[in-house]
C-alpha cells in the first residue's frame, strides 16, 4: 500500500483503510501529472486494479 502525503509517498504501512478514491481516478490524476514518479506509481496501479477491467 502507498499512502500520499504532501507529494511524498509512504510505503509498507500495515493498516486497512477505506477505498474512498476510485482507482481509475487515482490512475487518470497520476498519469496527467507528467511527473516519472507518479508515472511509474500509476502503472502499479493499473496492474494492481485496472488491468482486465476493461474486458468485463
Known amino acids: ?3 500520499l502525503k504532501n507529494g511524498c509517498a509512504y510505503s509498507g ?3 486497512e483503510l477505506p477505498q ?3 482507482y481509475l481516478l487515482v490512475y487518470t490524476d497520476l498519469v496527467l501529472t507528467d511527473d516519472p514518479r507518479c508515472i511509474e506509481t500509476a502503472k502499479i496501479t493499473y496492474k ?3 488491468k482486465g477491467l ?3
Do not use: K
Open 13 to 15: 504501512l500495515n493498516v
Open 48 to 50: 494492481q486494479y485496472l
Open 1 to 3: 500500500m502507498i499512502l
Open 54 to 56: 476493461d474486458n468485463e
Open 20 to 22: 474512498i478514491v476510485p
